[in-house]
């Protein structure tokens, strides 16, 4: 396993379980997690100890996409969400640790984010930059109170 590792950290003004079912359901990982100018569609998702998934990212504007997917091999709901990624190019080997720690605090949600193992052929900056854009797009999506109508 490579040692690049990125580490993340941030608080949401929402609720524990609302970020956290943001991590667990498909089409809401499709609409925050690809990086800004990526498009995600979640093939497979079956969160449970075990359970695997996969998703494809597809660069918007070249139409150029990478497939990954792995397994979740801890889960505390609405505390911690533990699993791997692995992508499907042979040109980024190795397989990936990623590490969500969620921890309801006085205004919201702490969040703690850690992917170790990135491959080399990525750099880590780039790796962390795209978290960062995710981030952002899950505060839009988890923060905004909006009622039944």
């Not at 998934?53 to 660069?59: D, E, G």
């Not at 969500?100 to 962390?128: H, R, S």
């Not at 930059?129 to 009622?147: A, T, Y």
């Amino acid at each position: 396993m490579s040692n690049n590792i990125v580490k993340l950290h941030r608080v949401f003004a929402a609720p524990v379980e609302k970020v956290y079912k943001a991590f667990t359901n498909a089409d809401a990982m499709a609409s925050w997690l690809p990086p800004y100018g990526f498009v995600c569609k979640v093939n497979s998702m079956d969160v449970k100890i075990g359970g695997t998934y996969n998703m494809t990212f597809t660069n918007f504007t070249t139409g150029n996409g990478h497939t990954f997917g792995g397994e979740y091999i801890e889960i505390i709901p609405n505390e911690l969400l533990k699993y791997t990624d692995k992508f499907d190019d042979p040109n980024l080997p190795g397989q990936m640790i990623t590490t969500i720690e969620f921890k309801a605090v006085l205004c919201g949600t702490e969040l703690f984010a850690t992917q170790e193992g990135i491959p080399d052929a990525i750099p880590t900056e780039m790796c962390y930059l795209g978290w960062q854009e995710s981030l952002d797009k899950l505060k839009r999506l988890v923060e905004p109170n909006i009622p039944d109508a």
